[in-house]
């Protein structure tokens, strides 16, 4: 089964890809969309509803994990991700595809067993579990992986 986990953001957009089985997980590919700052809003909406589109027929997932806003200390920067998250989810659905929203602590629970865990522990056992170097990949990436793997066995409710 392909998964796709997605860290939302305005300018970046981590994305991680992997193939669960029933025994094992693999990594397949990860990256970031970038969206230019220099554009309005609504144009960066569209330019990031126009690169997940890209990325949704080139992947063809089963599964999609996009990690659920928490908090923010910066509120505009708060409305701006939950702009962007509502440009992806809304992909994401309107391509029929299964979509779960795990919060920051439950990717880090599943990941790592705690909710606590740094940045750096969540890269860690992503390394570990999927069997790759994650030094030289961006935080974005990692945090996607990360959300990507604690979306294989959610079911939906």
């Known amino acids: 089964m392909i998964v ?7 300018t970046r957009i981590g994305y991680g890809v992997v193939n669960a089985s029933s025994t094992s997980v693999e ?8 969206i230019t700052k220099t ?6 909406l569209r330019s990031i509803s126009l690169e997940l589109e890209k990325l949704l027929k080139l992947v063809k997932p089963e599964k999609v994990g996009v990690e659920r806003l928490f908090f923010a200390k910066n509120k ?5 991700v939950a702009e962007a998250r509502g440009v992806i989810i809304e992909k ?18 599943a990941v790592t067993g705690s909710g606590t865990s740094s940045k750096s522990a969540v890269a860690k056992m992503v390394s570990i579990i999927l069997k790759i170097k994650t030094v030289g990949l961006l935080d974005d990436e990692t ?6 793997i ?6 939906v409710v």
């Open 39 to 44: 554009e309005s809003s609504a144009l960066r």
């Open 27 to 34: 990594y397949i590919t990860s990256g970031v969309l970038k």
């Open 92 to 109: 994401i659905t309107s391509a029929g595809i299964i979509l779960f929203e795990p919060t920051p602590n439950e990717v880090k629970i």
């Open 76 to 80: 505009k920067t708060a409305l701006s």
């Open 4 to 10: 796709l986990g997605i860290d939302p953001g305005t």
């Open 150 to 155: 604690s979306s294989i066995n959610k079911r």
């Open 143 to 148: 945090d996607a992986l990360a959300i990507a």
